[in-house]
């Protein structure tokens, strides 16, 4: 009898299955290698010659990270900035792009900064909108729409497939940050989008021990192999011990993500009505302005991020957050351990975020303790 499908999640818990042939090891070696050996005919028959394009250790990540977001290859890098930067430079120069207000702000400032050198031209609108989102797009110019769905730090949603089709009907393709929803939430390219991006960083790995990024297409077209040559020419890989750690982090990927969305649906409800909490950013609570829209594109959760906004302004909240004991005063998100931020002071002048904004991470801990280390801060 013919078994269905396996479920991602059990795709991830065993990385695909993978064994190592000549040992049995249900755990394959990491490849430190930085060259190959050439045949004798000077063929590279095996299909490898240098470790800057091909890495042994990185197949078995991008295989997975292809199978959870139902795409047709990928690529892992240094860093999501890595990877993010690698579909802009495989852009033709000059390129118009269309990117968010509300995102990731080291990529905002970089691609600000790109566009202001004359690399590309780039107009940032309201994404929450389709009809911005259409009267920003330029049919024929714009080669590429950014998207980030849950956007961080304000947590709003992107409709993908409407986007998908604006982006298509211009002649661009859209490319989803989708690292705060991972591929357990959301599945971008079965959506309509033509490539994902991960920091791999954040819920990928999941344990705050590992810089990475990661690009899946939908197609292996031309535009992929432009990103494919980009990451080898511009040298911006993963090494073999990162890509291993990055897969040991996979592979727990499904109930870390699980675990977190429940937490935060709950942290997100009793904080709404917390007398000294002004607004809670959450997708998962009904008066979010994304709610249906992300209860229809978002599976099994609104993932693990919320922003809360401290009533008494920036003070108030920075003094929130010096209260906490059981939450970690750190940047990033996505690992196992919760960690609060006062995001204004990372972001700097020029940033959309209200100056009262604490941002949430949530980890996998009991959720009991993390409430009731949120609530004795908050006072
Ligand atoms: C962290 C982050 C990035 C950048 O990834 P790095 O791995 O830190 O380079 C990009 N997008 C989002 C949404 C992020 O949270």
Same mark, same amino acid.
């Given at each position: ?10 795709? #991830? ?70 990877? #993010? ?236 957050? #010096? ?57």
């Amino acid at each position: 009898m013919a078994r269905n499908t396996p479920h991602p999640a059990t795709l #991830a818990a065993q990385a695909l299955g993978w064994i190592d042939q000549g040992t049995g090891a249900v755990v394959l070696p990491v490849h430190t290698a930085t060259t190959f050996l050439r045949d004798p005919d000077n063929q590279y028959r095996r299909g490898r010659g240098y470790g800057r394009a091909d890495n042994a250790s990185f197949d078995q990540p991008e295989a997975l990270i292809t199978a959870l977001e139902g795409g047709a290859a990928s690529l892992v890098f240094a860093s999501g900035m890595a990877a #993010a930067m690698a579909v802009f430079h495989s852009l033709p120069a000059g390129a118009h792009v269309v990117m968010p207000l509300s995102m990731y702000h080291s990529l905002r400032r970089r691609i600000g900064a790109y566009a202001g050198d004359g690399h590309l031209a780039a107009d940032f609108v309201d994404m929450t909108s389709l009809d911005a989102l259409r009267a920003a797009v330029k049919p024929g110019q714009t080669k590429l729409v950014w998207a980030e769905t849950p956007s961080n730090p304000l947590w709003s949603i992107t409709d993908i497939a409407g986007a998908a089709e604006i982006a298509h009907q211009a002649g661009a393709v859209l490319a989803v940050d989708s690292t705060a929803a991972s591929p357990v939430l959301t599945r971008p390219l079965v959506l309509g989008a033509d490539i994902v991006m991960h920091s791999a960083t954040k819920y990928l790995n999941g344990h705050s021990d590992v810089i990475a990024g990661s690009l899946t297409a939908a197609r292996k077209d031309d535009f992929w192999q432009r990103i494919v040559a980009t990451r080898s020419g511009d040298g911006a890989i993963l090494g073999g011990f990162e890509a291993y750690l990055l897969l040991r982090g996979m592979r727990t990927l499904y109930p870390r993500v699980e675990r977190a969305c429940r937490s935060a649906q709950q942290i997100a409800e009793r904080l709404a009505t917390h007398p000294k909490v002004l607004e809670v950013l959450y997708p998962g609570l009904p008066g979010h302005p994304g709610h249906a829209l992300a209860a229809r594109q978002m599976q099994g959760g609104f993932g693990g991020m919320l922003s809360i906004r401290v009533k008494g302004g920036e003070g108030a909240a920075i003094a929130a957050a #010096a209260r906490v004991e059981i939450w970690k005063r750190a940047t990033s998100l996505g690992g196992v351990e919760s960690l609060i931020e006062h995001r204004a002071s990372t972001e700097g002048a020029g940033s959309p975020v209200p100056p009262d904004l604490l941002r949430l991470s949530v980890g996998i801990e009991e959720p009991g303790d993390l409430i009731a280390d949120l609530e004795t801060a908050l006072g």
